[in-house]
């Protein structure tokens, strides 16, 4: 019923910009946290960052690696939520995933999420 469908993804320039949505349909919430991870080969799924149900500055959070350089945000009347990466840097290249929990707050925890998109491929080069 529910799926998540991520697009955006791609080859970008270090130092560029590159902006990843993602799309929640099918059976949706009216309140449901959502997040942003990645994996790169051989490495563990990391946070990357999280939003909750209403989006605001203050309910949003981000992996210090990527602090001040990505921004997660979302529009719920499209039930999207996006992560615009700036100056991505190479170590930023990995498959980035997407997430929905059905919670008001903010969720960075991965086994906390109930539903997962399957994934976009970001590469970064030098």
């Known amino acids: 019923q529910v799926q998540l469908v991520e697009s955006g993804g791609g080859l970008v320039q270090a130092g560029g910009s590159l902006r990843l949505s993602c799309v929640l349909s099918?059976?949706?919430?009216?309140?449901?946290?959502m997040g942003w991870f990645r994996q790169a080969p051989g490495k563990e799924r990391e946070f990357v960052a999280a939003?909750?149900?209403?989006?605001?500055?203050?309910?949003?959070r981000y992996a210090d690696s990527v602090k001040d350089r990505f921004t997660i945000s979302r529009d719920n009347a499209k039930n999207t939520v996006y992560l615009q990466m700036n100056s991505p840097k190479p170590d930023d290249t990995a498959v980035y995933y997407c997430?929905?929990?059905?919670?008001?707050?903010?969720?960075?925890?991965?086994?906390?999420?109930?539903?997962w998109g399957q994934g976009a491929q970001v590469t970064v080069s030098s």
């Open positions: 997430a929905a929990d059905q919670s008001w707050g903010v969720v960075t925890t991965a086994k906390e999420y109930d539903y």
């Open positions: 939003i909750d149900w209403r989006g605001g500055m203050a309910s949003r």
């Open positions: 099918g059976r949706t919430f009216s309140s449901y946290a």
